[in-house]
Nanobody
Framework: QVQLVESGGGLVQAGGSLRLSCAASGSIFEINAMDWYRQAPGKQRELAAH???????NYADSVKGRFTISRDYVKNTVYLLMNSLKPEDTAVYYCYAVVRLVGGRVDTYWGQGTQVTVSS
């Protein structure tokens, strides 16, 4: 009922920047929280950044000061601007959304993931 489509991943050198985008579409009444998670090879998926419906944000300590999460409420899109990238930021990045559907039910959705690779 809701699709999350991510884009913007790729290969970048250490110290570089990337911007990820995640566009939500479908039977959306409103989107509550939108998050970016990441999963490095051999590691558990972890929360990188969170933005609430009111725009308040939280970040993992490992990305604080380097990553910025933002959202476009009209386009139902969340962004993750990643600066000063490090090799340890290499991971598959997943978009996650808590959505109130048309009809009232609240459900959660994941994107398909986008690979970010940072070379040293």
């Amino acid at each position: 009922q809701v699709q999350l489509v991510e884009s913007g991943g790729g290969l970048v050198q250490a110290g570089g920047s990337l911007r990820l985008s995640c566009a939500a579409s479908g039977s959306i009444f409103e989107i509550n929280a939108m998050d970016w998670y990441r999963q490095a090879p051999g590691k558990q998926r972890e929360l990188a950044a969170h933005i609430s419906s009111s725009g308040s944000t939280n970040y993992a300590d490992s990305v604080k000061g380097r990553f910025t999460i933002s959202r476009d409420y009209v386009k139902n899109t969340v962004y993750l601007l990643m600066n000063s990238l490090k090799p340890e930021d290499t991971a598959v990045y997943y978009c996650y959304a808590v959505v109130r559907l048309v009809g009232g039910r609240v459900d959660t959705y994941w994107g398909q993931g986008t690979q970010v690779t940072v070379s040293s």
